[in-house]
T-cell receptor, first 113, second 116 residues
Framework: DQQVKQNSPSLSVQEGRISILNCDYT??????FLWYKKYPAEGPTFLIS?????DKNEDGRFTVFLNKSAKHLSLHIVPSQPGDSAVYFC????????????FGTGTRLAVRP | DARVTQTPRDKVTEMGQEVTMRCQPI?????VFWYRQTMMQGLELLAY????????DSGMPKDRFSAEMPDATLATLKIQPSEPRDSAVYFC??????????????FGPGTRLTVL
């Protein structure tokens, strides 16, 4: 049972345009959400997070939006750069799950020059 | 620059052999996690420790997998006997163990395991 879902396995975007990566979750107890970026042959690295008390968090070119009623979050990258090409994982946790993160299956982003 | 280290980076072995993967968490971190990356499941949590005590290993096949933390600077994941279906990339991650489930986990580079 996949509690965190990333339904798009891949996304291709032109350099300079916006990239939008989506994530849905089913567990209403989740209240903290993170995005990780993973390059080939490396471990995932933390990108940005959002608490359920917010609906938006911004860090430079990266913005995460949270829609709690729809159990949906998205990561916006503006403008997209070729160096953003990577696999992006959405993850979620909650007080009830303690230290554990539940990850999605990832979306591979390709930014075309 | 503190980072999680994992050894070996690559391991090729034959079915039935024992495999041991090692992880050195970031100094001062008190939570350690083992994940397996597969195409179908993404990042699956196998086991995790807080202050060296195992808290959850429900994601691990108990009959062949074992995870330990002999000391605060070393975590191990063993597979005995290994099977071809264990072929995957295994990641170790560590965190500060912040309360309320808001911790950030820092990942190592992974061990790519191939079981022939």
């Amino acid at each position: 049972d996949q509690q965190v879902k990333q339904n798009s396995p891949s996304l291709s975007v032109q350099e300079g345009r916006i990239s939008i990566l989506n994530c849905d979750y089913t567990n209403s107890m989740f209240d903290y959400f993170l995005w990780y970026k993973k390059y080939p042959a490396e471990g995932p690295t933390f990108l940005i997070s959002i608490s359920s008390i917010k609906d938006k968090n911004e860090d430079g070119r990266f913005t995460v939006f949270l829609n709690k009623s729809a159990k949906h979050l998205s990561l916006h990258i503006v403008p997209s750069q070729p160096g953003d090409s990577a696999v992006y994982f959405c993850a979620a946790s909650g007080r009830s799950s303690g230290d554990k993160l539940t990850f999605g299956t990832g979306t591979r982003l390709a930014v075309r020059p | 620059d503190a980072r999680v280290t994992q050894t070996p980076r690559d391991k090729v072995t034959e079915m039935g052999q024992e495999v041991t993967m090692r992880c050195q968490p970031i100094l001062g971190h008190n939570t350690v996690f083992w994940y397996r990356q597969t195409m179908m499941q993404g990042l699956e949590l196998l086991a995790y420790f807080r202050n060296r005590a195992p808290l959850d290993d429900s994601g691990m096949p108990k009959d062949r997998f074992s995870a330990e933390m002999p000391d605060a600077t070393l975590a191990t994941l063993k597979i005995q006997p290994s099977e071809p279906r264990d072929s995957a990339v295994y990641f170790c991650a560590s965190g500060l163990g912040l309360a309320g489930g808001t911790d950030t986990q820092y990942f190592g580079p992974g061990t790519r395991l191939t079981v022939l």
